[in-house]
Nanobody
Framework: QVQLGESGGGLVQAGGSLRLSCAASGRTFSSYTMGWFRQAPGKEREFVAAIKMIGPGTYLADSVKGRFTISRDNAKNILYLQMDSLKPEDTAVYYC???????????????????WGQGTQVTVSS
């Protein structure tokens, strides 16, 4: 079992930055692929970013490439999402997720993740 808790959301103007954190507890954090997803009102949950358990493997949705960075600190059991140059269309509830044995071709699919946090709201004003 893994427990996840997001923090760092808030209200920011377009062009601004936020850093989301996801604290994990329970089973070995470093064994899981970690991901960030988001869901805007009336829309389906969509993939934002993912990072493999060890090594440099990171994945970003096309819509956030060049603006968002995902990283993890396995020693502290924390996942991060640095969000720069935010746009109003980035407004959503952001969720972190943990998946065991998620292959490279599967990181963008929410159903491959086993554990989810409660979400944190990010609102970008124009």
């Amino acid at each position: 079992q893994v427990q996840l808790g997001e923090s760092g959301g808030g209200l920011v103007q377009a062009g601004g930055s936020l850093r989301l954190s996801c604290a994990a507890s329970g089973r070995t954090f470093s064994s899981y692929t970690m991901g960030w997803f988001r869901q805007a009102p009336g829309k389906e949950r969509e993939f934002v970013a993912a990072i493999k358990m060890i090594g440099p493997g990171t994945y970003l949705a096309d819509s956030v490439k060049g603006r968002f960075t995902i990283s993890r600190d396995n020693a502290k059991n924390i996942l991060y999402l640095q969000m720069d140059s935010l746009k109003p269309e980035d407004t959503a509830v952001y969720y972190c997720a943990a998946g065991y044995g998620v292959g490279d071709s599967a990181v963008a699919r929410a159903r491959n993740y086993d554990y989810w946090g409660q979400g944190t709201q990010v609102t970008v004003s124009s």
